[in-house]
T-cell receptor, first 115, second 114 residues
């Protein structure tokens, strides 16, 4: 069974204090790892897709990296508007029935950036 | 205008009632999904559809049914609502094909069953 574990569950940072969020996964043949941002009461917003170990993607103050066992979302000099819950999801190579391409989500890291 | 829309955005209903949640998309994607989100449990897949003629059960389909009326429309029904179906429900879409495509989510429907 595919498993995705995110840590920490919650993180409080001062504005400008850089840090990293972790996503550890156990899957049978990773096809893709996805990062999403979710604001309270809203739908997840797509950030990045990573396909293979060693790959990196950047967007503004966010940088996502991938190894064979985990992914990190690095936040450089965060601002209060970066406060949100960050979700990690994996799509693995095992098929189910009709070929599901299902995403398995972690429970998220709630980030609070204090001015 | 939003690419993925959901109606209603909020709904309060009583135990035993039938309720339908609707999803429409303008992204032109073939694949559509229904998830529910509960505090502490994360997002869980209820049903997914790869095209109008293809419907598949997800992780937690019991108590739910779906209908894919067109490429752009995918509805979720609770035939007889129960309180533990109180949750935030999301519709999502993605492109089709063999590569792992990202999913795009709607704004959600907050459902309360009393």
């Amino acid at each position: 069974e595919d498993q995705v574990t995110q840590s920490p569950e919650a993180l409080r940072l001062q504005e400008g204090e850089s840090s990293s969020l972790n996503c550890s996964y156990t899957v049978s043949g990773l096809r893709g790892l996805f990062w999403y941002r979710q604001d309270p009461g809203k739908g997840p917003e797509f950030l990045f897709t990573l396909y293979s170990a060693g790959e990196e993607k950047e967007k503004e103050r966010l940088k996502a990296t991938l190894t064979k066992k985990e992914s990190f979302l690095h936040i450089t000099a965060p601002k209060p508007e970066d406060s949100a819950t960050y979700l990690c999801a994996v799509q693995a190579g095992a098929y189910s029935g009709a070929g599901s391409y299902q995403l398995t989500f972690g429970k998220g890291t709630k980030l609070s950036v204090i001015p | 205008d939003a690419d993925v829309t959901q109606t209603p955005r909020n709904r309060i209903t009583k135990t035993g009632k039938r309720i339908m949640l609707e999803c429409s998309q303008t992204k032109g994607h073939d694949r559509m999904y229904w998830y529910r989100q509960d505090p502490g449990l994360g997002l869980r897949l209820i049903y997914y559809s790869f095209d109008v003629k293809d419907i598949n059960k997800g992780e937690i389909s019991d108590g739910y049914s779906v209908s894919r009326q067109a490429q752009a429309k995918f509805s979720l029904s609770l035939e007889s609502a129960i309180p533990n179906q109180t949750a935030l429900y999301f519709c999502a879409t993605s492109e089709g094909g063999n590569r792992p495509y990202e999913q795009y989510f709607g704004p959600g429907t907050r459902l309360t069953v009393t």
